[in-house]
């Protein structure tokens, strides 16, 4: 299925701010012939931390939260094409390859920017669960800008790559930086936070459970709207900063939100817990939840007790590391190594 190259609606002018950006974003390749194809890998993210400041006048709800990567990743293959078409093949054939594809999308943004004309085939091999708030098609729409700048050897000032990530999605921005990060206004307004010692991470998805993030979120203006609850920015704002020795947990807001409608994710929470997760949480929208643990081995003992204690069959389980930033952009392009 091909898909030609035509100009994205208006809609997509959303801006992006960077405060600290990374030097390795828009750097070329060295002089010589583009590679035949280039593999790389497309990391998916945690929410450690999300809360919910309220709602602003772009329809958005204005966030404080903070990503981390971990390394469960989907691998993203491009191959230049001798004609100007963008082709895109997913594993998945459950995903939209047309331009509603944020893969798709992302290449057609970033050669109207840098002026390409060369045509891609570009294979996308999907093991990030979709829908469970890890973050997976944001993540293999950045890690294909990152992705088709190497290959074609694009110039694009690191600003420019940011906004037209941020255009793409409020989390897209994140996964040009990857490691620990606190995001702001929509989640695209950027501060890297200090690289700490990489944790042990159980990843459970119920299988049959989807949010849809708008969804979610039209249920956080409700919950935003009937809460009481002052919401106490000065208190997250110290505990990131508190915290920032080491990899830890912030609560994230979605669950209040989300629980009473999906009493399993407060189970599934609880059975980390009981398995012996020092802590465990919601990612982003969900629907997966995570728990920290000391260590590889405890991750992959606790996952075996969680599948033989809750129905197995109904859930699918990743034990993954988190990635530092320091590590980030060498463990994408390791793929094609
Ligand atoms: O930015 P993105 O396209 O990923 O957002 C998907 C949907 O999630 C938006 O249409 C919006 O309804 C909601 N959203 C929000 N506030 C944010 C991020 C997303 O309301 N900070």
Not at 217 to 237: E, K, P, V
Not at 241 to 248: D, G, H, M
Not at 328 to 333: A, D, G, N, T, V
Request: aromatic letters at 8%; glycine letters at 8%; hydrophobic letters at 45%.
């Amino acid at each position: 299925m091909s898909t030609s190259r035509r100009p994205r609606s208006g809609s997509r002018t959303r801006r992006s701010t960077i405060k600290n950006p990374v030097n390795y974003l828009g750097r070329s390749r060295r002089a010589g012939s583009p590679a035949a194809f280039l593999t790389v890998h497309s990391f998916a993210k945690v929410n450690l931390g999300l809360k919910f400041v309220g709602q602003r006048a772009d329809g958005y709800h204005e966030l404080r939260t903070v990503f981390h990567s971990v390394d469960l990743s989907d691998r993203l293959t491009f191959t230049p094409r001798r004609d100007s078409s963008i082709v895109l093949k997913c594993s998945d054939v459950r995903l939209p390859l047309m331009a509603d594809n944020l893969v798709v999308a992302a290449a057609e943004l970033l050669y109207a920017a840098a002026g390409a004309r060369r045509g891609v085939d570009i294979m996308l091999e999907k093991r990030i669960p979709v829908g469970a708030g890890l973050g997976g098609g944001s993540s293999n729409a950045a890690i294909t800008l990152l992705a088709l700048c190497r290959l074609f050897r694009l110039e694009l000032h690191p600003a420019r790559l940011l906004e037209i990530a941020s255009s793409l999605g409020s989390d897209v921005p994140f996964f040009l930086l990857g490691g620990r990060v606190l995001g702001i206004g929509r989640g695209n307004e950027l501060f890297p936070l200090p690289d700490v010692k990489a944790a042990a991470i159980l990843l459970a998805v119920p299988k049959d459970l989807r949010i849809g993030t708008q969804d979610a979120y039209q249920r956080a203006s409700l919950w935003l709207t009937n809460s009481r609850q002052a919401n106490n920015m000065a208190r997250f704002g110290s505990a990131v900063f508190e915290k920032v020795s080491a990899l830890e947990l912030f609560a994230n807001d979605f669950e209040s939100v989300l629980f009473p409608e999906y009493p399993e994710l407060q189970h599934l929470k609880a059975a980390l817990l009981a398995v012996g997760a020092r802590s465990a949480q919601m990612t982003g929208s969900g629907s997966a939840v995570f728990g920290l643990f000391p260590s590889i081995s405890d991750a992959r003992r606790a996952e075996k007790e969680l599948r033989s204690r809750l129905s197995a069959s109904s859930l699918l389980t990743f034990v993954v590391r988190s990635i530092p930033r320091s590590q980030y952009l060498k463990r994408i392009f390791a793929a094609s190594e």
